[in-house]
């Protein structure tokens, strides 16, 4: 009877203990198989990722025939059951449909962020009801949040920022009591801030900025006392902010810029002393500062920009000892600077521009050493400029511009070795322009006019080398004649000299600029011929007019007389003319002689086109003889053998010779065969000769043209890495094609369209843009190839029914038009930007067209192609815009890469009247959009900006991103 009672409680005992141990085993075999499976429907490239997710891995040391998924990659176990899913950023691409959460009803962690997972968020998901932490941002989920998610009480972290999702914020989220972090920032939300949001009373950050919300915060927000961040910016909230407001004393981050909200700000913001960043700009706020926003000294940023403010800025804004950006531009501000602005040691950016802002430039602020970018434009100041702020090393850009300053320009400017953009026009300035500026040698944009400069322009401008955005010493009395060493200004692209007493000629070293898109001399007194860069012979009357006798060809000015033409030569023509005659005797008795010796002596005239072929440039005379040409070719590649082939095209193949002179040249071999006619065309000489005439740092220099009777040869300079498809296609090289490489290589073939449409006579459009087409030379510069290759060839005997250029970077227009216009060439262009930036061609980012179309559809392909994409985050861009290969970029160079996609996106829309023009596209690329192009550039993003910098992200949304200029997309 004892023992019964003894062994009955074992018996129990061990039986209990016997079924925990099937039934944990049946729960880890059902987590096993539902994570294989959920693996299974994801894409194949994932597969060897999650090799270690397979039913031969995950066997128990007990138990071969359970399936342990604990040890799998990114699996954590609590007590043998899967409690822990953490994948993030390993390039997953799929669904969550096959995700069985009942079966996982253990997760309560659950991270797949940074992947490029999409399609619905499935209603299920609710089923994880011990969840703690859901993290799916950086993905490309699309769709309505499921109200399910309301459920998920235990949750205290859930995060979608950056997808696609759509629909109302769920009502249900207010139940989620438990939450301390609620980030759904970067989609597509739209309606209004549910009220019930405010029952989330653990909430500490708040980010549901860069979406479509419209409507006022709502008075619950004051429910919220222990929150810490709130990002609302980029959306379309409008209203006052209510009172309640107040109520949040913790705030560390606010971020309430690019709404329309109105009213005054919260009257105690700051009450709490930890405020830190706080951005409202770009709103429709008036009335004064607060208060407690003067004496805030834990500030570290403050943007009120392009508000309705009032006030004395020298009364309503006090010390900030941590302070690192203030801009306050675009408001009604009075007052004067005060000199305590120098008392914020840290401050590295300083905007008050277009106030009401009177008094002088305090000489203090040459104190504030860790200045880069100071903008007090458009306001009232007087006074002279303080040679202080020499003293400021680090300023990279100094806009003074639009006020009423006077006296000299002080030399000390020559000390800030990084500037970057020196902007004083529009003042009351006198003297000389100092020698010293000719030191910064770091200098993209220059402008001095409309002042009252006088004396001559130094030449050391001409050691600004760097000089690209503009160069605009006009409208003031400078005197003098242009200095030659202007001419070393080769990436300049806006000169303007106009409204001064310049005499003598223009310089012939301008010919050498050969960036220059826009030059005017207007209103001086020079005279003597043009220089004969594209640019003055293109430019219209009005940049020459009211000048004492210029000359050249352009409609309106005089012809130059034939001795100026010799003048301008430096004498050679004049040799010309003089030796002339003597020249025409001589050639008489040469061809007596030679007639003679033919007779006498048969010597064939082959023999002499030899001896001239051995010239420096065989191509240097546009005549020259093709046959001779044509021979020595054929000798350098043995007769076209394929060893020297290095491209194949759709007009031809191409290859590397190096001819009898040294000289490297690649030939294209033009498939006459299937146009055999077009050399005959009347028209085809002609243009080839002004092809052969185009000169652009961007576009591959044509050569010469040889007709041969076998074969007919268009003659290219030689390009050392050959074609971006190529490069991007090989693993090493397009490693060594890093970020910054890659921008500039976007920009030169932007450059090159924007010449070719708009800078020839008549306009050039390329019609067949491709990664193909674009050369790279030793230095990674960019080089369009085949421009005009496929208008030569249809001169006389063009096919309408074939459609020009290559698969996959044609306009859908032209399958129904047949007719190529700029807008091709801008789509085209779109294309080929994505591929540089992913580093493969974009075919299932692009919208399925009737007529390109060898694109594979996805369903995200529709989102992506939004512009809205780019308008908002560059350090949160989607990976899958981006070539793995490489590291993510630099805040700075994101900036620029965001720029480069939006335009993109905008390049490849099906609509070709909503595509911008290349002109555009330039204007987005210019330096001056961002003020990034160099290092010293880059070390603050300001953008005029809709940015927060301490958020960890900057906007691109706003309007304020265009500086103020209006976009005219044609």
Not at 63 to 81: A, M
Not at 189 to 200: A, H, R, W
Not at 419 to 434: E, F, H
Not at 901 to 927: G, N, S, W
Request: net charge neutral; charged share 15%; glycine share 8%.
């Amino acid at each position: 009877m004892m023992l019964n009672k003894i062994l009955f409680p074992l018996f129990f005992c061990i039986l209990f203990h016997f079924s925990f141990i099937f039934n944990f085993a049946d729960a880890n075999q059902q987590e096993a198989e539902a994570l294989i499976k959920w693996k299974q429907s994801l894409h194949s490239h994932n597969q060897s990722f999650l090799s270690s997710w397979s039913r031969s891995t995950g066997f128990t040391a007990k138990n071969s025939n359970v399936i342990n998924p604990c040890h799998w990659l990114g699996v954590g176990c609590e007590n043998g059951y899967v409690t822990r899913l953490n994948l993030t950023n390993v390039g997953l691409t799929g669904t969550l449909y096959a995700f069985n959460f009942s079966s996982l009803s253990n997760l309560t962690f659950l991270d797949l962020h940074d992947n490029n997972l999409f399609g619905n968020i499935p209603s299920s998901i609710s089923n994880l009801t011990k969840l703690t932490s859901l993290h799916l941002g950086n993905n490309q989920f699309t769709g309505k949040l499921p109200l399910e998610l309301g459920k998920m009480t235990t949750l205290t972290y859930l995060n979608f920022i950056n997808n696609f999702l759509s629909g109302h914020i769920p009502s249900s989220l207010g139940n989620l009591t438990s939450l301390s972090h609620l980030i759904v920032g970067n989609n597509r939300f739209v309606g209004t801030i549910p009220p019930k949001l405010g029952n989330l009373v653990s909430l500490k950050e708040l980010r549901i900025n860069l979406n479509n919300l419209t409507g006022p915060l709502p008075p619950s927000i004051g429910n919220l006392r222990g929150l810490k961040v709130l990002s609302v910016y980029g959306n379309k909230l409008s209203g006052s902010i209510p009172k309640e407001f107040d109520n949040l004393t913790n705030l560390t981050l606010c971020f309430f810029s690019n709404n329309t909200i109105s009213g005054s700000l919260p009257a105690k913001l700051c009450q709490g002393g930890i405020l830190q960043d706080f951005c409202a700009s770009n709103n429709r706020f008036s009335g004064t500062v607060p208060k407690g926003l003067k004496n805030c000294t834990s500030l570290t940023r403050l943007r009120l920009d392009r508000n309705h403010f009032v006030g004395n800025i020298t009364e309503d804004f006090g010390v900030y000892p941590v302070v690192d950006y203030i801009d306050l531009s675009y408001n009604n501000f009075e007052g004067e600077i005060s000199s305590n602005w120098a008392r914020c040691k840290n401050m590295t950016s300083l905007k008050i521009s277009d106030n009401n802002i009177t008094g002088k430039i305090p000489p203090e602020l040459g104190l504030a050493t860790k200045l880069q970018y100071l903008d007090l434009s458009s306001n009232q100041l007087v006074g002279v400029i303080p040679k202080e702020l020499g003293n400021l090393k680090s300023l990279f850009n100094l806009t003074l511009s639009n006020n009423k300053l006077i006296g000299n320009i002080p030399n000390e400017l020559g000390n800030l070795l990084d500037l970057a953009s020196l902007d004083l026009g529009g003042n009351g300035l006198n003297g000389t322009i100092p020698e010293g500026i000719g030191n910064c040698l770091k200098m993209i944009n220059l402008n001095l006019s409309r002042n009252s400069l006088s004396g001559v322009i130094p030449w050391q401008i001409g050691n600004l080398v760097n000089l690209q955005v503009l160069l605009d010493l006009s409208r003031n009395s400078l005197s003098g004649e242009i200095p030659l060493q202007l001419g070393k200004l080769d990436s300049l692209e806006d000169l303007d000299l106009s409204h001064n007493n310049l005499s003598g000629q223009i310089p012939s070293t301008f010919d050498q600029m050969q960036s220059l898109m826009s030059v005017d001399m207007s209103y001086n007194n020079l005279e003597g011929p043009l220089p004969d860069g594209k640019v003055f012979t293109n430019a219209p009357l009005e940049s020459f007019m009211g000048n004492k006798a210029l000359c050249g060809n352009i409609t309106g000015l005089m012809p130059c007389p034939r001795a100026l033409n010799i003048s301008k030569r430096n004498g050679k023509d004049l040799v010309i003319l003089i030796m002339t005659p003597i020249i025409g005797v001589g050639a008489s008795l040469c061809i007596i002689v030679a007639v003679a010796l033919y007779l006498l002596k048969g010597v064939k005239r082959e023999k002499t086109r030899r001896i001239g072929s051995h010239r420096e440039n065989m191509f240097s005379i546009w005549s020259f003889d093709g046959k001779l040409v044509y021979e020595d070719i054929n000798e350098a590649t043995e007769g076209f053998d394929t060893k020297y082939c290095i491209g194949v095209g759709g007009h031809g193949t191409v290859y590397k010779a190096v001819l009898s002179t040294g000289q490297i040249v690649a030939v294209k071999k033009l498939k006459t065969a299937q146009n055999p006619g077009f050399v005959k065309g009347k028209n085809f000489e002609a243009e080839i000769e002004a092809l052969s005439k185009i000169r652009h740092r961007n576009i591959v220099k044509l050569n010469g043209f040889c007709s041969h009777a076998q074969h007919s040869l268009l003659v290219y300079e030689y390009l050392e890495r050959g074609s971006l498809g190529k490069l991007l296609g090989n693993e090493k090289e397009a490693r060594e094609l890093d970020w910054e490489k890659r921008v500039n290589v976007i920009k030169g073939i932007a450059n090159a369209l924007c010449y070719m449409h708009y800078d020839c006579s008549p306009p050039i459009i390329h019609r067949d843009v491709s990664s193909n087409n674009v050369l790279l030379d030793r230095d990674y510069e960019a080089r369009v190839s085949d421009f005009g290759t496929a208008r030569l060839l249809c001169l006389d005997s063009c096919n309408l029914t074939e459609l020009a250029g290559t698969y996959g970077y044609i306009a859908p227009e032209l399958a129904y038009t047949m007719k190529p216009t700029k807008k091709c060439d801008v789509y085209s262009f779109g294309v080929v930007a994505l591929e540089v930036i992913r580093g493969s061609h974009p075919g299932d980012l692009i919208s399925p067209s009737s007529s390109s179309s060898v694109y594979t559809s996805s369903s995200s392909s529709s989102a992506i192609s939004d512009t809205s994409l780019l308008e908002n985050i560059p350090n949160l861009i989607p990976k899958d815009l981006l070539d793995t290969r490489l590291p993510y970029p630099s805040s700075g160079l994101a900036h620029e890469i965001a720029i480069i996609i939006k335009l993109a996106l905008e390049c490849i829309k099906d609509d070709p009247h909503v595509r911008p023009t290349m002109q555009y596209v330039c204007h987005q690329l210019q330096p001056t959009r961002k003020l990034a192009l160099s290092n010293s550039i880059g070390k603050i993003m300001s953008w005029n900006e809709g940015e927060c910098s301490s958020e960890g992200a900057k906007s691109m949304r706003s309007s304020s991103c265009s500086s103020g200029h209006k976009v005219d997309i044609v």
